[in-house]
């Protein structure tokens, strides 16, 4: 997606074709002041969705001003913690979680 909803805030997502952060390649990075994520395309389709939901983590400790309150060390913990699990979570039970989502109570 070009724009993802972080929370009621659209945050950019671009892909670039390399991404660098203090000299070192990294998957990808969030820079919460502009509202945007950037991915790393050197990575394949699955690596790049799972660094989405990883940049998402850091996106919402962004806009609920955890960043703020959170060493780097911490935050990035955090973020890989959440990561793994939610893409666990839609590895198991993406269909039957989605399906159940979209239901409408009655």
Not at 22 to 46: C, F, K, L, M, W
């Amino acid at each position: 997606p070009s724009t993802i909803n972080v929370l009621g805030i659209p945050f950019r997502v671009e892909v670039l074709p390399a991404l660098m952060s203090e000299g070192e390649a990294v998957h990808g990075e969030t820079v919460g002041q502009y509202h945007r994520i950037r991915i790393s395309a050197d990575q394949d389709i699955a690596r790049q969705w799972q660094t989405l939901v990883h940049e998402y983590v850091h996106a919402v400790l962004h806009v609920v001003g955890a960043g703020n309150s959170l060493s780097e060390e911490i935050e990035e913990v955090v973020a890989q913690s959440l990561e793994y699990g939610m893409v666990l979570l839609l590895q198991e039970h993406g269909p039957a979680l989605l399906k159940a989502i979209g239901r409408k109570e009655k």
